[in-house]
């Protein structure tokens, strides 16, 4: 064009145009449909085949579901309520409620108990789980074991206590020694609470009855609850082991160390089914005949050796990614070796560790399940073994273990999106 | 001072783990409760009820040694084994009794070191197949897909059986009877095969039990029996006489319904001496002189325990077949009581 | 060490054992290591006393004996006369063998399913999502039995395929899929076949050959060989010209149903498949979430430098993503392959025989020989686990930046 176009041309346009709307292709819904399902042909068939996929799912499930009958009693009547139409029969999971939950062989009068044991687990675990939590829940946490405890495996109140009384004996015995040497103070809380335990446990055989709740032996746990309960009692047993295992590790004695490096490979290195044979056919010969322990303590000292060595390898890392300059300032504050690691090193390493942690924590949730094959009727055994073998619920597969996934699936995925808030949380460096 | 102590607490172990295996007698009587080991479910032979108590022909031996030891046939603690777990139970001091429809053999006896103290039920391995496969001997089996409930000496016997018969077959191991169920009946094996009496009971749980034959061949001779530890020989002879007198009830006639009135005594010097109103049985035993009335009284005589648990009237159905009594041209025959 | 700390040697007490710390720890060491022996002692003598009251004795000779018992799947000769020992045997190779299959299939599925978790496909990656949660979460035992329930409930049984109208018919002729596993044609090889896989193989390396002659001389001259259609025809001329010309010797063998199964052709067990497919499908969703951290790991900027090279997507992937992915993708990639061939022992649940089926559990039932094959059982693993962690440190060795 011409540099003196203002003569040139009839008409000149002084004022800006309106914005014009972006074309259909370019704005809104089909815009990001573009650029999120249709960009380019591969993309395109991905998509197709990905919604194919999700209508096979949705209209086959949905009639499945939307037709479920809940109320029946056997399998055949479900059908026939049914009357050859497609539905779910989730009336094994009504009628079999309790023993999915609790087995086949907990009193039933006492299913408020491990009720009420888990409620309190959750009150226990917000002080520990949920940094804003009032910190005088704690004492209630400390106290849970032993509540825990008695309402599951009922028996007196003594028992319990009188552990309770010892453990507090021994706590305050280390604090009393504690100024001398933190090893002294470990010594003597040890020793207090072993005496006071031992005297102390006269008492509950002279009082059998005291505020005493229907006693269930251990092997007549089940169902979901043996699943939590191992779950639980192993993954907080295994954290004190496993930390003492990654310091003996890391530690500069050499006894020490290839004793922990030892263990730790030995127990990685074999499936945890090969350790649960152990604890159901070989264990026993290590004992006195007389010793009597039974089955799921035997399971309970397998799966916590398991579990602390793999925890132990996590905290390891966890010691390992922290500067060195800790340490140093540590030894050069004049702190021992105790002081140093309580006060400096494993705050910080254990925060570290945290995703690791809970990792193994869900591994280690999820492997509880392999205690069926043991023949001990956890969920999984219950399903596989009185309820898929009885004459009613004979061939109910889908119904009974989409509802052992969907247990496994909230609990695992709830307790992995957790770490990754917590991890967000403790993220205390400037990034 | 710790070490001490640890040494100690060892040392009073050790004492204990070495002195314990002499005396089980003592120790139940001292724990007031028979540690009995089980099957984890066979109806029948011990399965828990609907109320969670254990009931079966089994269990029914188990509680007639408690009645006779302990004077109370509830004082029992079942432990529910596996194939698997079943011998380390019993070695390892766990169980004081197994009574798991067991098979009695040259090698458990004398190389597993266990002591079989009599034949409670006289089975043999045989087949169940679905009607519709119309197969009426197990000759006709060439080429099936059988499926074997693993633990027991099954396998062993199948393996014998088709070999000697030169017959191929494909195996499919099962742990436990009720995983191997649905897999039977949805038709990923065409057979079936364990003890003839499990096979009953299985068929018995079915929907339709009518749809299914036990074929007429039994491979195998399995006496099944309670067993104790070898080497301590009172406990053995206290399970063993109870077992027989169990026995000899029936034959003599006597039951739970007459004990109370046989047990003040008869013109049978035998009965006599059975119940205690005649001789010292029950000391030589150590245990007091109306240990076999209790035994009796706890679920009846061997006939009563049948045919409460798996006789003809109930769903197992089984007849008595070697299991009568010898004078019946069965195969139970009590050593006399003197 | 200054002279004040030092103390004059002449006066070494007992306390110091405890309160000078450089002979503390010999302290430490000595009572740890007392009370370790003190624990095997105590342990060793219950085992002692109590195999001594069962009248029984730790010995081995059972692996010699006859094992008594079949196996279905065997991978090396065996009958049921065959020793313990071999039984073992059998039971090392379908371990192997599962745990062989099972990584290759979690790879492949792995790698994709990472691969597609970052795609920018909305749908695809959302569906990505849901499948590593569902599969991550959920244990892997109760995948191996859903898989084997369905299997036998959902397909059809060899009774389907009979009669004159059935229910079921066979895919191609040649496929069955039962409840039982599958049946696939197997082949035969004749007695000239040997030439005929000569030729293949022969064709195979000479793909090699062309691939690495047309690299040379791109880089020698900058001259652009065309490999691709030379590699098919290489590929699949001379092996079939071979293969016409000396009369067809290798031919399939299709299964039939005879009698209660199909026999014939190459079958694999519903217990195989469904161990494999579990194992699969479960270790997958963990590879995938390497995977992906893999790829996320390497810095946005190397592939923005090699977008500016003027690099095709594809070959930024090939040539300058996954390379430096893989150094973070295979440590753990290896350890879940370590994962999966410990979770193979769960064959003991679909009665699959590995090893755990054969000696920690039928060769244990049969000779009671708890303490011995448990012993065995746990030193296979151990074996296993510690030959992939040697390899995983060499591969960690060859990988590392070579810094100077």
């Known amino acids: 064009m011409s540099d003196t176009h203002a003569q040139s041309v009839a008409y000149v346009r002084d004022t800006m145009l309106p914005e014009q709307a972006p074309p259909v292709t370019e704005a809104g819904v089909i815009k990001w449909m573009r650029e999120n399902l249709f960009k380019g042909w591969f993309n395109s068939i991905l998509t197709i085949v990905s919604l194919y996929f999700i209508y096979q799912i949705v209209t086959g499930a949905f009639p499945w579901f939307a037709n479920g009958i809940w109320s029946t009693s056997s399998l055949a009547e479900c059908r026939e309520v049914l009357d050859g139409a497609t539905g779910a029969c989730f009336s094994v999971l009504t009628e079999r409620w309790n023993q999915l939950l609790f087995g086949f062989k907990y009193p039933s009068e006492g299913y408020w108990r491990p009720t009420l044991a888990f409620v309190f687990l959750i009150v226990a675990l917000a002080p520990a789980l949920y940094p804003a939590a009032p910190r005088k829940m704690l004492f209630f946490t400390g106290l849970y074991p032993f509540i825990a405890f008695w309402l599951i495996w009922g028996g007196t109140i003594l028992i319990p206590l009188m552990v309770l009384i010892g453990v507090i004996a021994g706590y305050f015995a280390f604090k009393r020694f504690e100024r001398q040497s933190f090893a002294m103070g470990m010594l003597a809380g040890l020793l207090a609470a072993v005496v006071v335990i031992w005297a102390g446990g006269l008492i509950p055989s002279l009082l059998p009855g005291f505020l005493a709740l229907e006693a269930v032996p251990s092997r007549d746990l089940g169902g979901f609850m043996l699943n939590m309960i191992l779950g639980t009692v192993c993954v907080s047993l295994s954290l004190p082991i496993g930390i003492l295992l990654a310091l003996g590790r890391q530690s500069s004695m050499p006894i020490i160390k290839w004793i922990c490096v030892i263990f730790i490979e030995f127990i990685r290195g074999v499936p945890l089914i090969t350790l649960l044979f152990v604890a159901n056919v070989v264990l026993a010969y290590f004992f006195p005949p007389d010793a009597n322990i039974d089955l799921v303590l035997r399971v309970i000292i397998m799966i916590t050796m398991f579990a602390s060595a793999y925890i132990a390898e996590v905290i390891r890392g966890g010691l390992a990614a922290l500067p060195r300059g800790q340490y140093e300032a540590a030894d050069s504050l004049g702190l021992d070796y105790a002081q140093s690691m309580r006060l400096i090193i494993l705050p910080q390493a254990l925060k570290i560790s945290i995703p690791g942690i809970v990792n193994v924590a869900v591994g280690l949730f999820k492997d509880t399940t392999l205690v069926s094959v043991i023949s001990m009727f956890d969920l999984v055994g219950m399903i596989r073994g009185p309820i898929l073998a009885s004459t009613e619920w004979n061939g109910v597969y889908w119904e009974l273990w989409g509802f052992a996934v969907f247990v496994f699936f909230i609990v695992c995925f709830s307790i992995s999106k957790y770490s990754q808030w917590l991890e967000r949380q403790l993220a205390t460096d400037h990034r | 001072m710790k070490k001490l102590a640890t040494l100690g607490v060892m040392t009073a172990a050790g004492l204990s783990a070495g002195a314990v295996s002499a005396a089980t007698l003592d120790d139940v009587m001292a724990r007031g409760q028979l540690n009995c080991g089980v099957t984890t479910g066979l109806v029948g032979f011990a399965a828990p009820n609907a109320n969670g108590e254990w009931d079966g022909f089994d269990v029914g031996v188990c509680r007639a040694v ?3 030891v302990l004077g109370d046939p509830t004082a029992v603690e079942f432990v529910p084994t596996t194939g698997k777990t079943r011998f380390t139970a019993l070695a390892s001091g766990e169980i004081d009794l197994l009574a798991r429809n067991t098979t009695w053999t040259f090698s458990r006896d004398v190389d597993l070191g266990f002591e079989f103290v009599g034949i409670n039920y006289y089975d043999g391995q045989g087949f169940m197949v679905p009607k519709e496969l119309g197969v009426s001997s197990a000759k006709e089996l060439d080429g099936a897909t059988v499926c074997i409930q693993t633990g027991t000496t099954t396998e062993l016997n199948l393996a014998d059986y088709f070999r000697k018969n030169n017959l191929d077959y494909e195996p499919v191991p099962i742990e436990t009877n009720s995983e191997a169920q649905p897999l039977y009946l949805e038709g990923a094996c065409d057979v079936y095969t364990t003890d003839s009496s499990g096979l009953a009971a299985t068929r018995a749980a ?133 | 060490m200054s002279s004040i700390s030092d103390p004059p040697s002449g006066s070494f007490q007992l306390s110091m054992l405890i309160n000078d710390t450089r002979y503390r720890s010999y302290t430490f060491q000595f009572v740890a290591l007392l009370l370790l022996i003190m624990a095997f002692a105590y342990l060793g003598y219950n085992l002692i006393s109590n195999l001594q009251a069962a009248g029984l004795n730790i010995s081995y000779q059972f692996l010699g004996e006859p094992a008594g018992y079949d196996i279905n799947q065997t991978l090396i000769p065996y009958t049921s006369q065959s020793t313990h020992w071999q039984a073992s045997l059998v039971g090392v190779l379908n371990t192997l063998l599962v745990a062989l299959l099972g990584c290759l299939m979690a790879t492949i599925i792995g790698v994709v399913v990472g691969v597609l978790r970052l795609s920018n496909n909305w749908l695809v990656r959302q569906l990505m999502s ?275």
């Open chain 2, 206 to 338: 079915f929907e339709n039990p009518g749809d299914h034959v036990i074929l007429p061949e039994i491979i195998s001779k399995e006496p099944l029996g309670p067993l104790v530890r070898h080497g301590d020989n009172e406990w053995g002879d206290v399970a063993r006489w109870t077992l027989n007198a169990l026995i000899a009830a029936e034959e003599l006639g006597v039951t739970s319904a007459n004990i109370d009135e046989l047990a003040s005594g008869t013109n049978s010097p035998e009965i006599n001496r059975l119940l205690g109103t005649e001789g010292t049985l029950g000391d030589m035993l150590g245990l007091d002189a109306d240990w076999a009335v209790r035994a009796i009284k706890a679920g009846g005589n061997y006939g009563e325990l049948f045919e409460k648990n798996i006789g003809e009237n109930t769903p197992i159905g089984l007849a008595r077949g070697l299991n009568a009594q010898w004078t019946d041209g069965g195969l139970l025959y009590a050593p006399p009581f003197r």
């Open chain 3, 130 to 404: 849901v499948y590593v949660e569902i599969f991550r979460n959920v244990p892997v035992l109760i995948w191996i039995l859903i898989i084997m329930a369905i299997f036998v409930a959902v397909l059809p049984q060899p009774r389907d395929f009979r009669g004159d109208d059935p229910e079921a018919t066979m895919v191609l002729g040649a496929f069955a899929f039962t409840g039982r596993g599958f049946y696939s044609p197997a082949p035969i090889f004749g007695p000239l076949s040997g030439i005929v896989i000569a030729v293949f193989l022969a064709s195979i390396a000479g793909i090699f050959a062309l691939r690495s002659y047309a690299k040379k001389a791109l880089f020698d001259r900058g001259q652009v060989i065309k490999t691709f259609w030379p590699s098919v025809a290489i590929f699949f001329l001379p092996t079939i010209i071979v293969y016409f010309v000396l009369g067809r010797p290798i031919t399939l063998e299709y299964p039939a149903l005879t009698g209660f199964n199909f026999q014939g052709g190459i079958f694999m067990r519903n217990s195989l498949i469904s161990l494999w497919f579990a194992l699969s499908i479960y270790t997958a969703a963990f590879i995938a979430e390497n995977v992906r951290a893999g790829i996320l790991a390497v810095s946005k900027g190397q592939t923005e430098a090699a977008a500016s090279l003027g690099l095709r997507p594809g070959r930024i992937m090939n040539l300058v993503v996954l390379p430096q992915a893989l150094r973070v993708i295979v440590p753990p990639l290896i350890s879940q392959y370590l994962n999966l061939t410990k979770n193979s022992s769960l064959a003991i649940a679909v009665g699959y025989m590995d090893l755990t089926g054969t000696l920690g559990g039928i060769t244990l039932n049969q000779t009671g020989r708890a303490i011995e094959a448990i012993f065995l059982l746990m030193l296979f693993y151990l074996a296993i686990s510690l030959a992939i962690s040697a390899i995983m440190n060499v591969y960690n060795n060859s990988v590392r930046l070579k810094e100077r």
């Open chain 2, 66 to 68: 408690a009645a006779a």
